[in-house]
């Protein structure tokens, strides 16, 4: 009898459930007593709450479960949190692709918001640049799932991921963790605290150096003449370094003070794709095809260009409690980014089809809220600015003499003779954004509870936008970002073929008003277990097409419109078996309205491409989260998660027709899971030992809406993983090895689709790290 790949996904999900009756991993691994699961806490509703008591679909993830799993970047949280995907964006070391239940932002283009929000400590980044954050002195991270509107404002319609560092516990202390592993790494991380004023001021800091070899090589140094390479470079290395300083004043029980900075400085090689489908670029030489590579993560892109991401900020935070219920909280924060970048689209040594690139961004932000807490009835409100700007400029290079520039796309001598064509496009985006929220929960019996909110936005936007077309016989990059614009190369030298978009002195300017509303009813039906159902709407801020085309869509000025996602969600959390078994089920139909779809097509030059955001899409997500811990033993524990997700476009309107039939959702796989198992054995004198291991399950996705692609991860696959942590019985040293990816299987992250070929970036093969850490 033959059984198709979607009953066995679903006998397998079956067959887990009924026999851990459990599973989903959540992240709140932590236990006390003889076995019993412990309370977990999470700011989700910004107070501190009983996770199970929270009617919100969340995965928490505590310190000792971050650290004892090697989870070392946020993006390796997709493994256990359902229905998630967060990937360094294509061609990118730290930029981040984030998607919760198929929702979130596929191009990292300045001016583009993401779908999944991202908070360090309540503060914002509005930016997916330096955003795949390196985990380390932190207390906790949350990913809250579906749309947070209300309490988290805009470009959260997807999700949230709250990023928390570790407070100051008052006591003079430090830690030091040295790491070393396969393909060369090397980390060294060092935090520490120390008490100023005893019980009032608090001095920490914490530094990350992390270091590692790339999984392969770059050819470099080609010689056009004999088709040689002389030379390589580091393919996804790793060359990072993270610090954080905070001050923590207390003047009184009731005021308080942080001021805190951090900076992150990534010098990692620019990664180079692999061409997932066979060029038809030839050596110069030999007329010989570029042939590709059996190797996923070797490269000829030729070039040893290094992506530099810096990020830093500072922020303020005063609390103030006026008493037992009511708590007043402000926070400042301002932030500053720039990336320079290149990318290489056809994968050869030719220089046929490069983008150097380079971003800034700027951001300003305050928030003044104010908590009530009192018996039956919860209240938290607030008013929150903020103002950035975003700018950004890059080079389509097309290198060689062009044999025709009426074809789409145009035809290119492949024999380099020191002319290129470049399409140079920059500009900038200033925003200014203002809202006000409130959100209460009123006991009303002992059994049911009502939480409604709602939040008042106001977006203004204000971008420039250029695009000229020229040819030129000078290196790149030829972009300057300026804030209102760009240069491009030198007018002696250069011809210019035409000025396509230049839109400037407030020509794109438009403003838009936003409501998110919410409303929850959890009902406790005993100690141990509670169901809910709610209803929350979320949107993504409006904007204009950096990449505008005037010359083909007079209309770029006019932009496009936020995109709108309404959500009803169904849940169950409990607590069953004497605290032995937490079980979480969450069920939700959304509906995505307006999305912001780029259509990319190819022109004859001088234009050579056109895009356009439009909203033109419908879409409906359904599916369900069911996530669980079981204490088996006092000693073992089972962890399981399950996602699944029908993400289906209903309307997609191009050209006047509706093509959805045609067209698919991104980064949208229908089944995610995760089974693991979690053993501690105590050694009396001699400390503890925990053993872990869990085995990850994700579905095939696409990279396009409107074509498949062989960069496509076009099947589903498994990643084990499994690691030790030896603990001394001081509690002073851990020794540990983490072995990750240990079938070294091959999955595709990322790609590109255009006229010079197709490339795919991947994720890490199999690493083995040993790292030891002492606290003093």
Known sequence: MMITTLTKKKLAVSISLASVLTLPSTAAFAQSGAGMLEEVVVTAQKREQNLQEVPVSITSY??????????TTIIDLEKSSPNTQFRASRATNS????????????????????????????????????????????????????????LYGKNTVGGAVKYITRKMDGEASGKVTLAAGSYGQQDITLSGQLPIIENQLYIGAAIAKLDR?????????????????SSSEENYNKDVTVSRISIEYTPTDRLFFRIAADKTDD???????????????????????????????DSACGTSHKSNVENEGYSITAQYDVNDAISLKYIYADREGETQQFIDFEGTPLDAFDVPASYTDEQESHELQINFNSGRLAIVGGIYYFEGNSAGAFDVVLNGALAD????????????????????????????SLSGYVNGSFELTQA?????????????????????????????????????????????????????????????????????????????????MMFYISYAEGFKSGGFDMRGNAATNPNVADGYDPEIVETWEVGMKSQLLDDRLRLNITLFDMDYEDMQLTVQTAQPAPIFFSSDVVNAGTAEIKGFEVEALAQITEGFSTTFMAGYMNAELIEVISAGVDVSDSWEMLNAPEWTGQLGFNYDINLGNNGSLNLNTAVSYRDATRNFNNV??????????????????WYSADDKWTVSLFLKNLGNTHYKTGGYNLGSGELAFYGAPRTITASVSYNF
């Open 62 to 71: 505590s310190a000792i479960e971050l650290e004892s799993k090697a989870i």
């Open 95 to 150: 930029t981040l692709t984030a998607y919760i239940r198929g929702v979130g932002q596929q191009d990292p283009l300045w001016g583009f918001e993401p779908g999944v929000g991202v908070y360090v400590d309540d503060v914002y980044y509005a930016r997916p640049q330096a955003a795949v954050l390196d985990v380390f002195d932190v207390e906790r991270i949350e990913v809250l799932r579906g749309p947070q509107g209300t």
């Open 213 to 229: 070899d790339g999984y392969d090589d770059v050819k470099t140094g080609y010689d056009i003449t004999t088709g040689e390479f």
């Open 267 to 297: 010098e990692s090689n620019q990664p180079c794709g692999t061409q997932s489908n066979q060029t038809l670029l030839t050596h110069p030489a030999t007329g010989e095809l570029f042939l590709a590579s059996n190797d996923p993560y």
């Open 405 to 432: 520039p009426t074809t789409v796309p145009p035809t290119l001598d492949p024999f380099m003779d020191g002319t290129h064509f470049d399409l140079a496009i920059g500009g900038d985006v200033d925003t200014e």
């Open 448 to 528: 049911f509870t009502l939480t409604a909110g709602v939040r008042f936005t106001e977006d203004e936007k204000n971008s420039n936008i250029q695009r000229f077309s020229y040819i030129t016989t000078n290196s790149f990059p030829y972009t300057t970002t300026q804030g209102t614009g760009f240069t491009f190369g030198d007018p002696d030298d250069d011809t210019l073929l035409g000025v396509s978009t230049d839109i400037t002195d407030n020509e794109a300017k438009d403003t838009w008003n936003e409501v998110s509303p919410s409303i929850k009813v959890d009902w406790k039906m005993n100690d141990n």
């Open 708 to 725: 498949t692609c062989s960069c496509d991860q076009n099947k589903e696959y498994t990643v084990w993983d499994t690691s030790a942590n």
